[in-house]
């Protein structure tokens, strides 16, 4: 038993290691502490005779059997998450810290999130760039309340309270994220309804001011139901829009 950097308590590191100046092998890896459980195989590659600058030049290839994490456990790395929830994934892990690419993806959490897809970060640990997310979803299914409990500080404060009233959500599609814009091709089936979009959204992180432009393919969604406006009815179109907010008092739509 040992405690790493971030005070996280391992109770148990097991694993076949070998070691070069280029290569660290780990094989049949298992991590254990009081909350999370981890398996995988592991490869590290340095594209120099060292391992220093580790988030740019440091390749990774992991192979994860299974992962049974704790949001308790990576609140030591990222205080950001909510509290005592359970994250169970498996699928292989390419690239450095700073352009990671997950694919493979089969993820559900302990409050009966689902996500199946492939996904690629960019500058997670470079503060100084945008963060980008590459998304391929072959399916998101969650719900407001378990996005916002999941990280209450990010996604709890900035995701419209309209979203709410969607109830539980399948989303399908791709997205590209970059900073507070996003591009975004995606089929959304909820408890209101169904939508299909072409959009680019800009000012994600303010609703009011939210902005977006594209091609809405279908639409057939309880529009006032999720605006809390009881003057609006279902809405079934297909259009071009160009708009403005996310809320009946904002809503500017072209």
Same mark, same amino acid.
């Given at each position: 038993?040992? $405690?790493?950097? *971030?005070?996280? *308590? #391992?109770?148990?590191?097991? =694993? ?13 890896? /298992?991590?254990? +502490?009081?909350? =999370?459980? @981890?398996? +995988?195989?592991? @490869? ?13 030049? #440091?390749? @990774?290839?992991?192979? $994860?059997?299974?992962?049974? @994490? ?19 994934? /498996? ?17 559900? !959490? !302990?409050?009966?999130?689902? %996500? ?17 997310? $590459? #998304?391929?979803?072959?399916? %998101? ?40 814009? %996003?591009? !975004?091709?995606?089929?959304? +089936? !909820?408890?209101?309804?169904? $939508? ?12 009011? *001011? ?11 969604? /309880?529009?006032?139901? %999720? ?19 996310? +809320?009946?008092? =904002?809503?500017?739509?072209?």
């Amino acid at each position: 038993e040992f $405690v790493e950097n *971030h005070e996280l *308590h #391992v109770q148990k590191f097991s =694993s076949l290691f070998d070691y070069s100046k280029k290569r660290m092998l780990f094989k049949e890896v /298992e991590i254990e +502490t009081s909350h =999370s459980l @981890i398996k +995988t195989d592991l @490869i590290l590659t340095s594209n120099q005779e060292s391992y220093g600058d580790f988030k740019n030049k #440091v390749s @990774i290839n992991a192979q $994860v059997h299974l992962a049974d @994490i704790s949001t308790v456990d990576m609140n030591n790395f990222y205080n950001e998450f909510g509290a005592n929830e359970t994250i169970r994934f /498996e699928g292989n892990i390419l690239g450095t810290l700073n352009d990671l690419q997950l694919d493979e993806l089969d993820l559900k !959490s !302990s409050n009966k999130a689902r %996500i199946l897809g492939d996904f690629g970060f960019k500058n997670l640990f470079d503060k100084e760039k945008d963060f980008e997310l $590459v #998304v391929r979803a072959d399916l %998101i299914e969650s719900d407001f309340d378990h996005l916002s409990n999941l990280l209450p500080k990010i996604l709890g404060e900035s995701l419209p309270e309209s979203m709410a009233k969607l109830g539980r959500f399948e989303l399908r599609g791709g997205a590209n994220l970059k900073g507070d814009e %996003i591009d !975004s091709k995606l089929t959304i +089936t !909820s408890d209101l309804g169904l $939508v299909v979009t072409d959009l680019k959204l800009n000012n994600l992180a303010n609703p009011n *001011h939210l902005t977006y432009k594209g091609d809405v393919e279908r639409v057939d969604l /309880e529009l006032g139901m %999720i605006l809390n406006e009881s003057l609006v009815g279902q809405l079934s179109m297909n259009a071009a829009i160009d708009g403005q907010g996310f +809320t009946i008092e =904002s809503l500017n739509t072209a």
